[in-house]
């Protein structure tokens, strides 16, 4: 499982948490492997049977007001039940609250990062749940090319030669866009799988006897996209007259990446297959079955009922003779 350290939540901008460290700076080396926050709540008052390990505690004016309500002693005590009970993973005080000596203490004698925000609750929770989810996703990288191709986001694979960024290329110049070449960052959220291009080589292409071009520069901005949600793997195979191909595709193949199946499609590749065209059809076919039409069982279907029927008329034949 993914995890990230705390310290990484105090180092990142880009989603405005606003988090600056009070106390238990030793707590910064902790790790939190969930997006899910957690406001203590009833585990200050002693519930502590729902209390999940290694995820962000938020403290905000229900459960600071409350250990206000209670004698120092006592809240001692509340803290450190609350902190023996599991892993924590960090506190975090919202609307610049004042926050109690005794919760400062209890938090740099334990090791556990103690934060604050001027943030509301609901905003924090919001943005820092963003941020995990984003951190946490699992990632990898293929060698492949992605496209985004009628809307659809097609994944092309194939040992190297075998020309997929010609393919690419070709798919440009009939108007459809570029994600990726060569070097495919993928990422799963929610789900699903998104491609990008790595950030050093983004937008640009290998053609072999013309080197490396920019399709930006070459086609302008509306030729490139910097990401798509993958929904279809094409991989692409030189043509083998021994090898037997899927000639009806009645059965759906997948390809496992980061942990998600995305339906796969096995192409052969040789002289005289316009493969653009293909690839275009192969697009097109996608929509459909987003759609619910599955032309290949449709056809199996309608086939089976034929001969069902066919079969039937000559028993009824034979009956009557």
Same mark, same amino acid.
């Given at each position: 499982?993914?995890?990230?350290?705390?310290?990484?939540?105090?180092?990142?901008?880009?989603?405005?948490? #606003?988090?600056?460290?009070?106390?238990?700076?030793?707590?910064?080396?902790?790790?939190?492997?969930?997006?899910?926050?957690?406001?203590?709540?009833?585990?200050?008052?002693?519930?502590?049977?729902?209390?999940?390990?290694?995820?962000?505690?938020?403290?905000?004016?229900?459960?600071?007001?409350?250990?206000?309500?209670?004698?120092?002693?006592?809240?001692?005590?509340?803290?450190?039940?609350?902190?023996?009970?599991?892993?924590?993973?960090?506190?975090?005080?919202?609307?610049?609250?004042?926050?109690?000596?005794?919760?400062?203490?209890?938090?740099?004698?334990?090791?556990?990062?103690?934060?604050?925000?001027?943030?509301?609750?609901?905003?924090?929770?919001? #943005?820092?749940?963003?941020?995990?989810?984003?951190?946490?996703?699992?990632?990898?990288?293929?060698?492949?090319?992605?496209?985004?191709?009628?809307?659809?986001?097609?994944?092309?694979?194939?040992?190297?030669?075998?020309?997929?960024?010609?393919?690419?290329?070709?798919?440009?110049?009939?108007?459809?866009?570029?994600?990726?070449?060569?070097?495919?960052?993928?990422?799963?959220?929610?789900?699903?799988?998104?491609?990008?291009?790595?950030?050093?080589?983004?937008?640009?292409?290998?053609?072999?006897?013309?080197?490396?071009?920019?399709?930006?520069?070459?086609?302008?901005?509306?030729?490139?996209?910097?990401?798509?949600?993958?929904?279809?793997?094409?991989?692409?195979?030189?043509?083998?007259?021994?090898?037997?191909?899927?000639?009806?595709?009645?059965?759906?193949?997948?390809?496992?990446?980061?942990?998600?199946?995305?339906?796969?499609?096995?192409?052969?590749?040789?002289?005289?297959?316009?493969?653009?065209?293909?690839?275009?059809?192969?697009?097109?076919?996608?929509?459909?079955?987003?759609?619910?039409?599955?032309?290949? #069982?449709?056809?199996?279907? #309608?086939?089976?009922?034929?001969?069902?029927?066919?079969?039937?008329?000559?028993?009824?034949?034979?009956?009557?003779?």
């Amino acid at each position: 499982m993914k995890s990230i350290r705390i310290s990484q939540l105090i180092e990142d901008h880009d989603y405005d948490l #606003r988090l600056t460290l009070v106390a238990g700076a030793a707590g910064l080396t902790r790790t939190v492997d969930s997006p899910r926050i957690q406001k203590p709540g009833l585990a200050l008052a002693g519930f502590t049977e729902h209390l999940h390990p290694r995820r962000v505690q938020v403290f905000g004016n229900t459960e600071i007001s409350y250990l206000a309500t209670l004698p120092e002693s006592r809240q001692r005590e509340a803290l450190s039940k609350l902190f023996e009970e599991e892993d924590l993973a960090c506190v975090v005080v919202t609307k610049e609250l004042e926050i109690p000596p005794v919760l400062v203490t209890a938090c740099e004698a334990e090791g556990l990062a103690l934060m604050k925000t001027p943030l509301l609750s609901s905003d924090f929770i919001t #943005r820092v749940q963003s941020f995990l989810e984003e951190a946490l996703t699992e990632s990898s990288s293929l060698h492949g090319v992605l496209m985004d191709v009628f809307g659809v986001g097609i994944l092309l694979l194939g040992k190297s030669g075998i020309g997929k960024s010609e393919i690419a290329l070709d798919l440009v110049m009939r108007a459809h866009r570029l994600v990726a070449d060569d070097i495919v960052d993928v990422t799963r959220r929610k789900g699903a799988v998104y491609g990008a291009g790595n950030p050093v080589i983004k937008h640009h292409m290998e053609i072999r006897g013309l080197g490396i071009i920019n399709i930006k520069d070459l086609f302008g901005v509306a030729a490139v996209r910097e990401q798509k949600k993958i929904e279809l793997v094409i991989e692409l195979q030189e043509w083998d007259p021994h090898q037997e191909y899927d000639r009806l595709g009645v059965e759906d193949k997948h390809l496992q990446i980061v942990g998600v199946d995305i339906p796969l499609s096995v192409v052969p590749v040789r002289p005289g297959r316009n493969m653009a065209t293909i690839i275009e059809v192969a697009a097109r076919n996608q929509l459909l079955k987003h759609q619910g039409h599955h032309s290949a #069982r449709e056809f199996a279907e #309608r086939l089976n009922r034929a001969i069902a029927e066919g079969a039937m008329r000559r028993t009824l034949g034979e009956e009557v003779e």
